[in-house]
């Protein structure tokens, strides 16, 4: 089959459900289109060659190989129909948030993978079992008895990149939530341990803190501002594995601690119990806590019964330590689940496979992963970088490009771990392929760096784009580090001098000596996220970059003691900062590794990765190929598409998508906009009262009912089906029915819809329900349901127990209430019962689009964010008008208004508040909606604000004089908003 080339492999938006993808046949891609979703699948896996020097390519891991996971596609069939279906069956806390996060006009819009995985999450927890679907979880337990029989755990596989750290977030922000609007709830925490494979993720999981000053949930719109204040209640640990190892209790050498043992002393190491309680300590007495983990692919225990395989060399050794890194994480979990209780276990990882030594066949899928997007879902829509690979050359010396699969071409020619450092003296000399691949792809970086020196991105603080080297040991690394850097020669008089290294652009050489600002670091990434320290060898290696660096921390921080710091600090500071504007690792642009380097360093400004190790499987190199594939730019056309991002890897023998096309210009995101309140024009300050909802004041206390055609409701098993049959492939069929709702008594529903009635329509002023209201809201219950309500076939009464069904029956019986109720009826607000009175003085947030510079007399904050063609005409014009003291633009201001549509309750955003003289006796808060196409859902936001809103708020009183106002035209909005005021009575401006 001819090599394919693909000139642009983005089919979808990165927001909508992919429908596009291209085809896999059995010789591998193909650049037919197929106009559907791509099925979640596997690859099985097959024997290595034996023929020397010979790795798997994806070529031998395709054609009739390649399986579909039936489970994943099962629960992404079922939860897709959900979501067309409007999420029914959830709870008010979860709908509310659904609602948020997949809102029209949102400033962060999130990604469908990131909302699949947390909807998934949300189905089998909230949903499933209450549509008799059971054996969705019943075959999650099963999977999880055979490989982690004390814990129940649930796996999201999500390509690097795709934003696994927002589906935390949202995770928590789910839990946290609804377990704070009822603790009775057991499905739901307040409580989560979240354990990390290293010190640098859990130093980057700091955003999952809701007080921590970048926290997501405030920077990505993850949750309201109200909801972040609650978010503070919950009670969140991060922590790497490490943490998990039962530690000694003293400090004794090897030696002394066996002779104690000899003798019989014990309590030399931590019981399980002594690592919980200081693993855990700041979860205080909470227990049935949340656990996450982060690139979970590490956590598993070792199959019993499984194969051994047959590994030699460097193979066997990773094997070993992966897998006492897994028993050490496991193990940990499990003895936090005796203590304290772990009620679910949510995993998250690109790769969430088993490897060799693990006991099961290589590569195989965790049975419990629910939710897929793989690399290849995430390259189609655009989530991730594309990397390039090499597919030909001019030597074509064996079966692939000679920089395709490097390693074999300069293993034999390269030092072993261990071998004296007297090798590494002088100097340095690479193989002929290494020097080649070092140079050929350098040639490429360095175009790449000089379109980034002369674009926009220099100049708008972007930092330059970077070079990664992934080496097999600490030998490997010195030596390409050498040479790409610089290294010391000794002259006859005794004295040294630096010699350039061999790539201008990386080296650190600067007039003789070192320069201050390395451009290439050396890093053992293995070292640094243990948090164990640094080994005597690799702080000899790293002795002078550790002295550079902490004389930059002199000069950028005069009154900081740069000696406090720990060398392994200072550099994990440095590896974690690069690629950030103003941080120590700003101007790096080479990072050679000495280890995998496979996870935790998600610089997005990567572009070429050069591998000069072994790599037995694709899903390592998978692993090693993430760290360049998060985006520079996350700026979209006006389809919703993101433009190619592409990443040139060589020495990885990755095998994907292969691209066509040469360098691309270094597109910067624009820089974001800070829009804030800006306290010199605190005069323009608006406020405005927070909604729950409305009620009635009924003339009298006592309830009168009058039941109408709209007081009428019909209950089916299309809302909630009454049986599910369940068949397997062989044996019985099982029948699951709803049981106790047919058992229900009539007198206990009634008594569950007056109590709603009552607590949500009939409180005083200081919002006490009004207790002796209840008899009479129980008789009316009671007629409700023998005169109102129709019962379809193989449905019961018991179905008003539903939490989304007794609502919308609590609202027919309130308004049967409010239509029985002689004489005149005020409507009246309901408050939020805490930050009741909103302001422009809290608006601070950043935005990528373009803005419109605000009047300082006319507006509290700085700009307008211009959404439409048309905001800037609206603000000019509002500027424009004497009759306008001053207006907001209702953007992450707060402001909504409640109301229902199709009987779900929703929350409308109007487009501005305006305080105009009106001639009344003081200024008129006019609310302001531009109108385009009408559609049903919008004339219901406008009947909620014109007919509910404004006059609850005006009879309360407390909170000004308020109207509403919708223009259908935003280029005669003067006269428009003049006629209105016109027709109040107000004077016409001279």
């Known amino acids: 089959m001819a090599q394919v080339v693909i000139e642009n492999p983005i089919r979808n938006s990165p927001f909508r459900e992919p429908s596009q993808h291209f085809k896999f046949t059995e010789e591998g891609i193909t650049n037919e289109i197929v106009e559907s979703r791509r099925p979640s699948s596997y690859?099985?896996?097959?024997?290595?060659?034996?023929?020397?020097?010979?790795?798997?390519?994806?070529?031998?891991?395709?054609?009739?190989?390649?399986?579909?996971?039936?489970?994943?596609?099962?629960?992404?069939?079922?939860?897709?129909?959900?979501?067309?279906?409007?999420?029914?069956?959830?709870?008010?806390?979860?709908?509310?948030?659904?609602?948020?996060?997949?809102?029209?006009?949102?400033?962060?819009?999130?990604?469908?993978?990131?909302?699949?995985?947390?909807?998934?999450?949300?189905?089998?927890?909230?949903?499933?079992?209450?549509?008799?679907?059971?054996?969705?979880?019943?075959?999650?337990?099963?999977?999880?008895?055979?490989?982690?029989?004390?814990?129940?755990?649930?796996?999201?596989?999500?390509?690097?990149?795709?934003?696994?750290?927002?589906?935390?977030?949202?995770?928590?922000?789910?839990?946290?939530?609804?377990?704070?609007?009822?603790?009775?709830?057991?499905?739901?925490?307040?409580?989560?341990?979240?354990?990390?494979?290293?010190?640098?993720?859990?130093?980057?999981?700091?955003?999952?803190?809701?007080?921590?000053?970048?926290?997501?949930?405030?920077?990505?719109?993850?949750?309201?501002?109200?909801?972040?204040?609650?978010?503070?209640?919950?009670?969140?640990?991060?922590?790497?594995?490490?943490?998990?190892?039962?530690?000694?209790?003293?400090?004794?050498?090897?030696?002394?601690?066996?002779?104690?043992?000899?003798?019989?002393?014990?309590?030399?190491?931590?019981?399980?119990?002594?690592?919980?309680?200081?693993?855990?300590?700041?979860?205080?007495?909470?227990?049935?806590?949340?656990?996450?983990n982060d690139e979970a692919h590490h956590c598993y225990r070792r199959k019993q019964d499984g194969e051994d395989v047959d590994l030699i060399g460097e193979d066997r050794r990773e094997a070993q330590k992966?897998?006492?890194?897994?028993?050490?994480?496991?193990?940990?979990?499990?003895?936090?689940?005796?203590?304290?209780?772990?009620?679910?276990?949510?995993?998250?990882?690109?790769?969430?496979?088993?490897?060799?030594?693990?006991?099961?066949?290589?590569?195989?899928?965790?049975?419990?992963?629910?939710?897929?997007?793989?690399?290849?879902?995430?390259?189609?829509?655009?989530?991730?970088?594309?990397?390039?690979?090499?597919?030909?050359?001019?030597?074509?010396?064996?079966?692939?490009?000679?920089?395709?699969?490097?390693?074999?071409?300069?293993?034999?020619?390269?030092?072993?771990?261990?071998?004296?450092?007297?090798?590494?003296?002088?100097?340095?000399?690479?193989?002929?392929?290494?020097?080649?691949?070092?140079?050929?792809?350098?040639?490429?970086?360095?175009?790449?760096?000089?379109?980034?020196?002369?674009?926009?991105?220099?100049?708008?603080?972007?930092?330059?784009?970077?070079?990664?080297?992934?080496?097999?040991?600490?030998?490997?690394?010195?030596?390409?580090?050498?040479?790409?850097?610089?290294?010391?020669?000794?002259?006859?008089?005794?004295?040294?001098?630096?010699?350039?290294?061999?790539?201008?652009?990386?080296?650190?050489?600067?007039?003789?000596?070192?320069?201050?600002?390395?451009?290439?670091?050396?890093?053992?990434?293995?070292?640094?996220?243990?948090?164990?320290?640094?080994?005597?060898?690799?702080?000899?290696?790293?002795?002078?970059?550790?002295?550079?660096?902490?004389?930059?921390?002199?000069?950028?921080?005069?009154?900081?003691?740069?000696?406090?710091?720990?060398?392994?600090?200072?550099?994990?500071?440095?590896?974690?900062?690069?690629?950030?504007?103003?941080?120590?690792g700003e101007s790096v642009r080479c990072v050679v590794s000495v280890s995998m380097l496979t996870e935790g360093w998600d610089a997005n400004t990567v572009t070429h990765i050069l591998g000069v190790r072994a790599f037995g499987t694709q899903l390592l190199c998978e692993q090693v190929i993430g760290r360049g594939l998060r985006r520079m730019s996350y700026h979209s056309d006006d389809n919703g598409m993101f433009s190619p991002e592409y990443a040139e890897v060589y020495g990885v023998p990755f095998s994907f998508i292969p691209c066509s096309g040469g360098p691309v210009d270094v597109v910067p995101a624009p820089p974001p906009t800070r829009i804030r309140a800006m306290p010199e024009r605190a005069a323009c300050e608006i406020t405005f009262p927070r909604l729950t909802g409305y009620r009635f004041d009924l003339p009298a206390e006592t309830l009168t009912v009058r039941f109408t055609d709209q007081s009428r409701m019909a209950i089916s098993t299309e809302q909630i089906p009454s049986k599910t049959q369940l068949d397997p492939i062989v044996g019985e069929s099982s029948l699951h029915t709803l049981d106790f709702v047919k058992k229900a008594r009539e007198q206990q529903i009634s008594f569950v819809l007056a109590r709603r009635t009552l607590e949500r329509f009939f409180r005083d002023d200081e919002g006490s329900p009004k207790v002796w209201l209840f008899p009479a809201l129980l008789d009316a219950s009671r007629r409700w349901m023998r005169e109102c309500v129709q019962l379809k076939d193989d449905v019961s009464l018991g179905y008003l127990l539903f939490s989304e069904l007794s609502h919308a029956a609590a609202e027919k019986i309130y308004s049967a209430v409010?239509?029985?109720?002689?004489?005149?009826?005020?409507?009246?607000?309901?408050?939020?019962?805490?930050?009741?009175?909103?302001?422009?003085?809290?608006?601070?947030?950043?935005?990528?689009?373009?803005?419109?510079?605000?009047?300082?007399?006319?507006?509290?904050?700085?700009?307008?964010?211009?959404?439409?063609?048309?905001?800037?005409?609206?603000?000019?014009?509002?500027?424009?008008?004497?009759?306008?003291?001053?207006y907001v633009k209702n953007q992450n201001l707060g402001f909504t208004v409640p109301y229902a549509h199709e009987g779900t309750e929703r929350a409308y955003l109007p487009d501005y508040i305006v305080r105009v003289r009106d001639g009344g006796a003081d200024l008129l808060n006019l609310i302001l909606e531009v109108t385009g196409e009408k559609r049903k859902e919008k004339v219901a936001k406008v009947d909620a604000a014109r007919t509910l809103w404004v006059p609850a708020v005006n009879n309360h009183g407390g909170f000004g004089r308020w109207a509403f106002l919708e223009i259908t035209d935003p280029w005669n909005a003067k006269n428009i908003i003049g006629s209105h005021l016109s027709s109040r009575g107000a004077a016409k401006p001279s």
């Not at 261990?418 to 340095?428: D, H, I």
């Not at 239509?819 to 009741?836: I, S």
Request: net charge positive; glycine share 8%; proline share 4%.
């Open 43 to 292: 690859f099985i896996p097959i024997a290595r060659s034996k023929k020397s020097g010979k790795q798997l390519s994806l070529g031998d891991w395709l054609g009739d190989r390649v399986q579909e996971n039936p489970f994943i596609n099962e629960i992404r069939g079922k939860v897709s129909t959900w979501r067309k279906g409007g999420y029914l069956g959830v709870t008010r806390t979860t709908r509310r948030l659904l609602d948020y996060w997949t809102r029209e006009g949102r400033e962060r819009r999130l990604f469908f993978c990131q909302l699949e995985a947390v909807e998934t999450a949300i189905y089998i927890a909230e949903v499933a079992k209450k549509y008799g679907d059971v054996s969705l979880e019943n075959r999650l337990r099963l999977f999880n008895e055979d490989a982690n029989p004390e814990l129940f755990r649930v796996a999201f596989k999500m390509a690097t990149g795709s934003g696994k750290t927002v589906v935390m977030a949202m995770l928590i922000s789910w839990q946290v939530l609804n377990k704070l609007a009822d603790p009775q709830d057991k499905r739901f925490s307040d409580t989560f341990l979240l354990v990390t494979p290293g010190i640098t993720i859990k130093d980057r999981l700091r955003v999952l803190l809701p007080n921590d000053p970048q926290n997501y949930y405030r920077e990505l719109d993850i949750v309201t501002g109200d909801d972040l204040s609650l978010l503070s209640k919950a009670k969140i640990v991060i922590t790497n594995f490490h943490a998990l190892k039962q530690r000694d209790k003293m400090n004794a050498g090897r030696l002394v601690k066996s002779l104690l043992r000899k003798d019989g002393v014990i309590g030399l190491t931590e019981t399980p119990d002594e690592m919980v309680r200081r693993v855990c300590r700041e979860l205080g007495t909470k227990r049935n806590i949340v656990v996450i």
């Open 818 to 886: 409010v239509q029985g109720a002689d004489g005149e009826k005020t409507l009246k607000p309901v408050l939020q019962p805490f930050d009741t009175l909103g302001s422009t003085r809290h608006v601070a947030f950043d935005t990528r689009r373009q803005t419109y510079r605000t009047r300082e007399d006319k507006c509290h904050l700085n700009y307008v964010v211009q959404d439409s063609d048309w905001e800037s005409k609206l603000a000019n014009s509002l500027e424009d008008m004497d009759e306008v003291v001053c």
């Open 322 to 584: 992966r897998e006492e890194e897994a028993r050490v994480w496991i193990s940990g979990l499990e003895a936090i689940k005796r203590k304290i209780g772990i009620k679910v276990v949510y995993d998250l990882s690109a790769t969430p496979f088993f490897l060799s030594g693990s006991g099961y066949p290589e590569g195989t899928l965790f049975p419990w992963v629910v939710s897929d997007f793989s690399l290849i879902d995430a390259i189609e829509s655009g989530v991730v970088k594309i990397p390039r690979v090499p597919v030909s050359d001019d030597a074509m010396r064996g079966e692939q490009p000679t920089y395709r699969d490097l390693w074999r071409n300069v293993r034999d020619r390269l030092p072993k771990k261990g071998r004296g450092t007297e090798f590494l003296k002088g100097e340095p000399g690479l193989p002929d392929a290494l020097e080649g691949a070092l140079q050929t792809l350098y040639g490429h970086y360095k175009k790449f760096y000089q379109q980034w020196e002369t674009s926009e991105a220099r100049a708008k603080g972007l930092t330059p784009p970077v070079f990664i080297v992934v080496c097999n040991n600490t030998n490997v690394s010195n030596l390409v580090y050498r040479y790409v850097a610089g290294w010391e020669k000794t002259l006859k008089e005794g004295v040294t001098r630096v010699v350039p290294g061999a790539l201008a652009l990386f080296s650190n050489e600067l007039n003789g000596g070192w320069n201050p600002r390395p451009n290439t670091v050396l890093i053992d990434s293995e070292q640094l996220e243990s948090g164990e320290g640094l080994s005597a060898e690799y702080k000899k290696m790293a002795a002078l970059e550790i002295e550079e660096f902490k004389e930059e921390i002199r000069r950028r921080y005069p009154g900081r003691d740069a000696e406090e710091i720990t060398d392994d600090q200072i550099l994990r500071e440095v590896m974690n900062t690069v690629g950030k504007p103003g941080k120590l």
